[in-house]
Each structure stands twice: as structure tokens, then as C-alpha cells.
């Protein structure tokens, strides 16, 4: 049984920092999709983060553009696990932070933001962004 299972959410002021993990279960996702999205109440659900692999050990990252320059995601493939840097966080990066992987380890570079072509999902971490 696959399981995603972030931690590291919190209440941060306005300008601070936390940093994200997710762990995953149950199979190896080295080379395959490993991202970010998140939910604020009464929206819904977006993208954050997401890295894709072009061969070898090499993979690139993809950033939502409200987040560029501030978050940075991370991958640890022997750990088989996925973090999000945190940093300058504002009031409106206050959401529910999902873990999320995908089973298609091609996934076409236009996609690679759409909700549907992750498969798996953590249960969420929240993180407050208030003084």
C-alpha cells in the first residue's frame, strides 16, 4: 500500500521560513514525478512545485508563479522522499499543503501541473502564514 505522508506545517510569521517533508511508502518513485499543491479554504486546490526527471540523476524543477524565488523543492531518492523550502512566506501562502506523486514517469512537460496526473496524495500539513 502506498502511502504519502508529509509533515513540518505550522503557524510562521509574515517573512519567516518552515520547511516541508514527505515521506513515501510502499514503492520507489526515483525518476517519477514528486510535487507540491496546495488548498486554501474556499479554492481550490493548486500547484506549487514539481520535479521531473530528464535521465541520468538529473531532474528539473517547475515552480506556480506565485511562488518563484521563494519556495524551492528538493528530492531525496534513497530516502524516497520530497521537501518544500519555504522561505519569505506571506499571509496568502496560508493553505493546505498536499504531498502528491505521479505514476507516469514521462509525464509530458505541459502536464506536469495538472492535479489529475499525480496519482498518490499525502493527507495534508497546514501552514499559517499570520502575525
Known amino acids: 500500500q502506498v502511502q504519502l505522508v508529509e509533515s513540518g506545517g505550522g503557524l510562521v510569521q509574515p517573512g519567516g521560513s518552515l520547511r516541508l517533508s514527505c515521506a513515501a511508502s510502499g514503492r520507489s518513485f526515483s525518476n517519477y514525478p514528486m510535487a507540491w499543491f496546495r488548498q486554501a479554504p474556499g479554492k481550490e486546490r493548486e500547484f506549487v512545485a514539481t520535479?521531473?526527471?530528464?535521465?541520468?540523476?538529473?531532474?528539473?524543477?517547475y515552480y506556480g508563479d506565485s511562488v518563484k524565488g521563494r519556495f524551492t523543492i528538493s528530492r531525496d531518492n534513497a530516502k524516497n522522499t520530497v521537501s518544500l523550502q519555504m522561505n519569505v512566506l506571506k499571509p496568502e501562502d496560508t493553505a493546505v499543503y498536499y504531498c502528491a506523486a505521479s505514476s507516469t514517469r514521462g509525464l509530458i512537460l505541459s502536464t506536469i501541473t495538472n492535479i489529475e496526473k499525480y496519482d498518490y496524495w499525502g493527507q495534508g500539513t497546514q501552514v499559517t502564514v499570520s502575525s
Open positions: 520535479t521531473r526527471w530528464i535521465g541520468g540523476s538529473a531532474y528539473n524543477k
